[in-house]
């Protein structure tokens, strides 16, 4: 169904403020790296807050969570609903840790504790693995623009990507934070309007018809809670309490061990405002990951009450259901939210990215660098990051009764995590740990992960005959205990280097108050 030319001028609209913000802020250009890549550390708590939101709550939350919800229930709500908990660690041990350890980068801290291999490592998988998500954010705002438009799901991805890529080179991170504030306020208009219009649809009954017609088709259920030894070597079907383990490693990865988080921290202006930042982004985005599961319920009751026809894809269920089912207008303000929920993700993606590049590899290998040079190089790797989360995106398109891609991305990323929490915590936790530790838990890694993914499931791409045999999202969840049992064990036998300054770089417990 074509767009209407009122919805043009709504998402004109949204273009049009997004261009103002994005004028405003750049008035004064970039020219340090403490401007392009942390804002000059100058933001207060709840814009932090908004952008770190920004990070995760994208156009996967808005098509692949529905999507997951419609085919197999609320099957991911509870591993959301870890974030909080994984947060308060975060803000009261991890956020200050960084602010006075590092000065642009995370995987500082592991070149500082373990050298340079250790860092290279660490930020090598950071951009493996962020390039992966942007390519699935792309894809997953490609597929409601293609099915909302009619266009070819090709040109749609790689407009966003043309677009995206122009976007976040021109702003530095100050632009993109004041930009995600807006972004995040339209993406959660359009969650609130969806919802309305799935609970009152006339054509279903009475108001929450379609909730009592997902109840009895199984999609309010949480899952699979059957824990059984079995279960855990089924490649095929992944219970709850495998994805509630996932998510929480993911969440601790990501907000520990994950450049694209911690420059978050970086960018405020005190360690008060990181902190909350941090704190109100885990009350922020869970109710909004719920609120989009719960869309996808409903949207199983409302094609099981009203008669209309379904996609034949998953993945296409909430942009199907935006074009047939609102008014002109409002389709045009949903199509915004898309983009805004693309853009406010995959804008900071890019830029941490580019961060991690320049702080880590270029940085050490041209240490004379200009602060001019380092934000030209900067904007060059968001160009190059583009291209390749474009080829990403283009992989991971859905076909037909395929899993959908929310379910696909967990289980790679995971894999691509490359034990990093793990190495963190080598690091962090145990003040024996050295650097021969630290490689021989890295090589053990990179072994088993390879063996792990080459070999897992039902149909391996190689069969050694002595395959991976559990559950394939075990193989990241294992990948860092792997890291840290072997570089514990191996700095414990063999000994090694440990920087004369450890004490710094270690948890310290508080000391007790005295009596």
Not at 61 to 89: D, E, N, R, W
Not at 113 to 142: E, H, K, N, P
Not at 321 to 348: D, E, K, R, T
């Amino acid at each position: 169904m074509p767009l209407s030319l009122l919805d043009y001028f709504v998402i004109a609209a949204y273009a049009g403020v997004i261009a103002g913000i994005t004028w405003f802020c750049g008035r004064q250009r970039a020219t340090t790296a403490d401007d392009y890549f942390v804002a000059g550390r100058s933001m207060p708590g709840w814009a932090v807050a908004m952008a770190m939101m920004a990070a995760l709550i994208s156009s996967n939350t808005m098509v692949g969570h529905p999507a997951t919800a419609y085919q197999k229930g609320l099957i991911l709500l509870l591993g959301s609903l870890t974030l909080p908990a994984v947060l308060f660690f975060v803000a009261k041990v991890i956020v200050p840790f960084y602010r006075r350890t590092i000065r642009m980068s995370a995987y500082e801290y592991l070149g500082r504790r373990f050298g340079l291999g250790g860092r290279l490592y660490a930020s090598i998988c950071f951009m493996a693995d962020r390039l992966f998500d942007v390519g699935v954010t792309l894809l997953t705002s490609a597929v409601p623009v293609a099915v909302m438009t009619g266009w070819p799901l090709f040109n749609v991805v790689a407009g966003l990507a043309v677009f995206t890529v122009a976007y976040t080179m021109l702003g530095g991170m100050r632009t993109i934070v004041w930009t995600s504030v807006v972004q995040g306020g339209v993406f959660m208009i359009a969650a609130v309007l969806i919802a309305l219009r799935l609970l009152l649809a006339p054509e279903c009954g009475e108001p929450g018809a379609v909730l009592r017609a997902a109840w009895e088709g199984g999609r309010l259920g949480l899952g699979d809670f059957s824990f059984s030894w079995a279960s855990l070597f089924d490649s095929t079907h992944t219970t709850q309490w495998l994805l509630v383990l996932a998510y929480t490693v993911n969440w601790g990865r990501r907000y520990i061990a994950d450049q694209h988080m911690v420059q978050r921290y970086l960018i405020a202006r005190s360690d008060a405002d990181a902190e909350r930042g941090a704190l109100w982004n885990g009350l922020l985005c869970v109710p909004v990951w719920a609120i989009f599961m719960l869309i996808g319920a409903s949207l199983f009751g409302f094609y099981q009450l009203s008669g209309a026809t379904p996609p034949n894809v998953a993945d296409e269920v909430v942009p199907h259901f935006i074009v047939h089912q609102l008014p002109a207008g409002i389709v045009g303000l949903m199509l915004a939210a898309i983009l805004a929920a693309s853009m406010s993700s995959i804008s900071p993606d890019l830029n941490s990215i580019a961060t991690a590049f320049t702080s880590d590899i270029m940085g050490h290998f041209l240490p004379q660098l200009s602060d001019r040079a380092r934000v030209r190089i900067g904007r060059l790797a968001v160009f190059v990051g583009g291209g390749v989360a474009l080829l990403t995106a283009l992989l991971m398109a859905p076909k037909g009764e395929a899993a959908t891609i929310m379910e696909r991305a967990v289980t790679v990323a995971a894999i691509l995590s490359g034990g990093m929490l793990g190495l963190f915590f080598l690091g962090f936790f145990t003040r024996t740990a050295t650097r021969a530790g630290c490689y021989a838990g890295l090589a053990a890694c990179a072994v088993f992960t390879a063996w792990g993914t080459v070999t897992a499931g039902a149909e391996p791409l190689i069969d050694l005959g002595f395959n991976f045999p559990l559950n394939p999202i075990l193989i990241g969840i294992l990948g860092h205990g792997v890291v840290f049992g072997v570089g514990y064990g191996v700095s414990r036998l063999v000994g090694g280097h440990v920087p004369p300054d450890v004490d710094q770089l270690v948890y310290r417990r508080a000391p007790r108050p005295v009596a």
